[in-house]
Each structure stands twice: as C-alpha cells, then as structure tokens.
C-alpha cells in the first residue's frame, strides 16, 4: 500500500519476490562467458541498428534488425536460463548456427545498401553498425561451427573407432584403384549393360 514499507535492511533474506526477479536476470557466470558476451554484443548491436533505421531514411530496412535483436534476445534467455537442455527436441547449436549465417550475410548486404543508397547520417551510421555485426554474427558461427565439427569427431570416435582407424588407414588413390579395379571386373564379366560399357 502506499506509502511503500520501509526497505529490508542490508542483512535481511530475500523474499520469494525477489528471488523470482532474480531468476530473470542472468547470471555473472553467463555474462562472463563467451557465448553470454557475443548474444549480448549481438542483442545491443542489433537495438541500435534499429534504432538507426527508424531515424533514416531507410526504414525499409528496420525489419531485420528488430527480428535479429528480438531472436538474439530469445537465445541469449534460452542459454542462460538453460532451455536449452529442458527442450532437447530443438537442435539448438543448428538453430543458433543458422540465426548467425543469415544475420551475418543479410547485415553485409543491408549495410552495403546503406551506405551506397542512402545519404542521411543515420543511414551511414546504420552500415557501420551493420558491419560491426556482421562481424560479431560471423564470429559466433565460426565459434558454434568449430564446437559443432569437434562434438560430431568425438561422437564419431566414440561409436566406432575400429571403422575410422580402417577408413584413415585407405589412402584415396588406393580408394580410387580399388573402384577403379572393380568396375573394371565387372566390365569384363559382363555385368553392366552395353550401353554403361560404351562409356
């Protein structure tokens, strides 16, 4: 009620409300880390270039920024509250990998419009911006695509070493001779019909 009640001193426990509010924010752990640090330089990025479009001339442009700001803003959520692992049923290295690709190329193209077409200030100040996150998104899917490759050689590795030391062990020309010998035998047996045999 008003007039509000007297702060809880220093020491006091924090109540369930403030616990639950705390819940939302992220931890110091999260934003310290690097993939805490590239969502949130993505989310601010991807704010002020809208905030750019909406006060130039080419506010045509200002739809991607708020989707890529609001879909940074959905990861950034997702990995520090761990949905991730509550819904393993989305790949979310893929999603996130391919949120990246098309952020990266479609900043790079909108930023070189900009600054090509466009002649106001914020337009030009939009493609900076847009070239700084085209960047930062490029980062983020060569960091997910090397830690994607790394996971896929060890799951690999781990269901059948014997198969991949016998793969690393054929060279490829042996492979080739080998297929190369085997169409062959079977040219001669006849195998294949007139028509492959011509070739």
Same mark, same amino acid.
Do not use: H
């Given at each position: 009620?008003?007039?509000?009640?007297?702060?809880?001193?220093?020491?006091?426990?924090?109540?369930?409300?403030?616990?639950?509010?705390?819940?939302?924010?992220?931890?110091?752990?999260?934003? $310290?880390?690097?993939?805490?640090? %590239?969502?949130?330089?993505?989310?601010?990025?991807?704010? &002020?270039?809208?905030?750019?479009?909406?006060?130039?001339?080419?506010?045509?442009?200002?739809?991607?920024?708020? %989707?890529?700001?609001? %879909?940074?803003? $959905?990861?950034?959520?997702?990995?520090?509250?761990?949905?991730?692992?509550?819904?393993?049923?989305? $790949?979310?290295?893929?999603?996130?990998?391919?949120? $990246?690709?098309?952020?990266? &190329?479609?900043?790079?193209?909108?930023?070189?419009?900009?600054?090509?077409?466009?002649?106001?200030?914020?337009?030009?100040?939009?493609?900076?911006?847009?070239?700084?996150?085209?960047?930062?998104?490029?980062?983020?899917?060569?960091?997910?695509?090397?830690? %994607?490759? +790394?996971?896929?050689?060890?799951?690999?590795?781990?269901?059948?070493?014997?198969?991949? +030391?016998?793969?690393?062990?054929?060279?490829?020309?042996? !492979?080739?001779?080998?297929?190369?010998?085997? &169409?062959?035998?079977? +040219? +001669?047996?006849?195998? !294949?019909?007139?028509?492959?045999?011509?070739?």
């Amino acid at each position: 009620m008003w007039p509000p009640a007297d702060p809880e001193p220093a020491g006091a426990p924090d109540g369930p409300q403030t616990q639950s509010l705390r819940a939302l924010l992220p931890t110091r752990e999260f934003l $310290c880390s690097r993939k805490g640090r %590239l969502l949130l330089g993505e989310s601010v990025l991807s704010f &002020i270039i809208f905030i750019c479009y909406i006060a130039s001339t080419a506010a045509s442009f200002l739809t991607v920024p708020l %989707l890529k700001f609001l %879909l940074a803003l $959905c990861f950034f959520f997702g990995y520090f509250m761990k949905i991730n692992e509550k819904f393993p049923g989305i $790949c979310w290295p893929l999603s996130d990998f391919l949120r $990246c690709v098309t952020a990266a &190329i479609i900043y790079f193209a909108i930023s070189i419009t900009a600054i090509s077409k466009y002649s106001d200030g914020a337009a030009k100040a939009a493609g900076v911006f847009g070239f700084i996150a085209t960047i930062v998104y490029a980062l983020d899917f060569y960091i997910i695509f090397n830690d %994607l490759s +790394k996971f896929l050689k060890q799951g690999n590795s781990a269901s059948d070493p014997e198969a991949e +030391k016998s793969e690393a062990a054929i060279s490829a020309p042996a !492979l080739w001779f080998k297929a190369a010998s085997t &169409i062959e035998a079977i +040219k +001669k047996k006849k195998v !294949l019909s007139p028509v492959l045999t011509k070739s």
